[in-house]
C-alpha cells in the first residue's frame, strides 16, 4: 500500500498465546519492514521521476503516470482471489514467491523501452503486491505477543514512509544523475537481497485449512467493517490524487527541481507520524485517524490558498506526511478489529478496496491535469476528505470507536 496498502493474514486462534511472554522478533520484522519498503516503493517511484519517464517512453506526463493505476488495478484486480488461492500456502513460501515476482517486475520495467510492455511489468508488480499486501500486516501480528501486536504492525509499516521519506527521494536524484531506469534495478536488487532476509530470519507459518476459510463478501455483514472500508477508499483516493502527480504539481508551481526535497520533508514526517500512530494506537486509535485527516485537509488547504510562494510548500508536505504517515496502521487495525472472526476477509477487502482507490486516483488525477490542470489536486484532496471525517466522527460504536478493549 505504498504508499503504500495495507493487509491481512491468517492468525490461528491461540497464535497470541503462543507469543505471551515474548518480546518483538525485530530482525525478523525488520525483514518485513523492507519487504513493505520494495512494495511501496515499487508502487509509488514513478511518481518522482514521472517527467523523465515519460520522456523516455514518448508518451505524455498522464499516461506515464497510469503506472501508477496499472500497478493499483491488478492489485485490486488479484488480492481477493490469490488470498483465496494460496490460503493453504506456508505463509513464508508466499512472501518469498511475492519477493521474487518483484524482482523480475521491476527488472522489465528498467530494460523495457516500450510503454506497453513497461505497463506489462507494472501490472506483473502488482499481482506481486496483491499477494504481499493480504501478508504482511497479519504476519507481523503473528509473530507478537498480543500486547505488542500494534508496534509489531507499527514497526513493519515503517517502510512505507521510509520508502516515501528517502526512497522516493533517492529514486528522483539517481532518475535526474544517472537514468531512471537505474533506480528501478535498483530495486530488483534489492529484492533480491530481501530474499535471502527472509529465508535467514522470519519464522514460517501454516496456512489455512480449506475448509477453514472464510466467504470474503460476508465480512460486509460485520457491524463496523464498511465504515472502514468507505474511510479507506476516499482517504485513499484523496492522498492518491495528489501524490501520483506530485512532480508534476510541482512542476505547475515553478518548483520542478525541489521535489526530491519536497518528498524528503513529507517522508520524514510521515515516519513522526507512524510513530506517534504506533505508540498510541492501541487506546487512541479513532482520535488518531480524525487528526491524521484533518493534517491532510490542512496541507491540501496549504497548497490550494498559499502555493503562490514557495515556503508554504514544505509546511504543506510537513503537515500531509505527519498526517498520512500512520494511516496504513490506522486503517488496517481498524477493519482487523471490527472484522472480528472475518478479519482475513474484511483485510483482504481492504487491499482491493485500497489499491481500487489508487488506480482511480491515478485516472481522475490525469483527467483533471488534462481537463482544469494541476492547481485543481488539492481542492479535489479536501472535497473527497469531508466525508471520511463525517464517517469517522459518526462510526462511534462500531469500526472507529470511541474506546478500545
Do not use: C
Not at 498522464?62 to 490469490?82: K, R
Not at 503473528?142 to 509489531?152: E, H, N, T, Y
Not at 489455512?208 to 464498511?226: C, D, F, K, Q, Y
Not at 469517522?392 to 469500526?399: F, K
Amino acid at each position: 500500500m505504498s504508499t503504500q496498502s495495507p493487509v491481512g493474514t491468517t492468525t490461528a486462534p491461540d497464535d497470541g498465546e503462543q507469543a505471551e511472554g515474548r518480546g518483538l522478533p525485530v530482525l525478523a520484522l525488520l525483514a518485513l519492514t523492507t519487504a513493505v519498503f520494495v512494495t511501496s516503493l515499487t508502487e509509488t517511484l514513478p511518481a518522482g521521476v514521472l517527467p523523465a519517464m515519460s520522456a523516455d517512453l514518448g508518451v505524455g506526463e498522464s499516461a506515464a503516470g497510469q503506472s501508477v493505476t496499472i500497478y493499483a488495478i491488478a492489485t485490486a484486480l488479484t488480492a481477493i482471489p490469490l488470498t483465496a488461492a494460496t490460503a493453504a500456502w506456508r505463509r513464508r513460501r508466499l512472501l518469498l514467491t511475492a519477493m521474487a515476482a518483484f524482482a523480475v517486475a521491476n527488472t522489465v520495467t528498467a530494460l523495457s523501452s516500450a510503454y506497453l510492455l513497461t505497463m506489462a511489468g507494472r501490472f506483473v508488480a502488482g499481482v506481486a503486491a496483491g499477494l504481499a499486501w493480504a501478508l504482511l500486516a497479519g504476519y507481523a501480528r503473528r509473530m507478537a505477543p498480543v500486547p505488542l501486536q500494534g508496534k509489531a504492525i507499527a514497526l513493519v509499516m515503517t517502510g512505507i514512509p521510509v520508502a516515501l521519506s528517502l526512497g522516493v527521494p533517492t529514486g528522483t536524484f539517481v532518475g535526474r544523475v544517472f537514468d531512471w531506469r537505474v533506480a528501478f534495478l535498483a530495486m530488483s536488487a534489492l529484492a533480491v537481497v530481501v530474499i535471502g532476509w527472509i529465508v535467514a530470519t522470519v519464522p514460517d507459518h501454516p496456512g489455512r485449512r480449506p475448509e477453514g476459510r472464510t466467504r470474503i463478501l460476508g465480512a460486509l455483514s460485520v457491524p463496523g467493517v464498511p465504515p472502514v472500508l468507505f474511510v479507506t477508499l476516499l482517504f485513499v483516493l484523496a492522498h492518491t490524487l495528489l501524490y501520483a502527480y506530485v512532480a508534476t504539481f510541482l512542476d505547475h508551481l515553478g518548483m520542478g527541481d525541489s521535489t526530491d526535497l519536497v518528498l524528503l520533508v513529507f517522508g520524514a514526517t510521515s515516519m513522526l507520524g507512524i510513530w506517534i500512530v504506533g505508540a498510541r494506537i492501541h487506546r487512541r486509535l479513532r482520535a488518531l485517524t480524525i487528526g491524521s485527516a484533518l493534517l491532510v485537509a490542512a496541507a491540501a488547504a496549504v497548497l490550494g490558498l498559499l502555493s503562490g510562494t514557495h515556503p508554504p510548500v514544505y509546511v504543506a508536505a510537513a503537515l500531509w506526511g505527519l498526517g498520512w504517515g500512520g494511516v496504513p496502521t490506522l486503517l488496517q487495525t481498524a477493519v482487523g478489529d471490527a472484522g472480528g472472526a472475518r478479519a482475513d476477509a474484511a483485510q483482504a477487502m481492504l487491499v482491493t478496496l485500497w489499491n481500487a482507490a489508487m488506480a482511480a486516483g491515478g485516472v481522475i488525477g490525469g483527467l483533471l491535469l488534462d481537463g482544469i490542470g494541476a492547481g485543481s489536486f488539492p481542492w479535489a484532496v479536501l472535497v473527497l476528505l469531508v466525508p471520511v471525517l463525517g464517517v469517522v466522527v459518526s462510526a462511534r460504536s462500531h469500526g472507529f470507536p470511541s474506546r478500545r478493549g
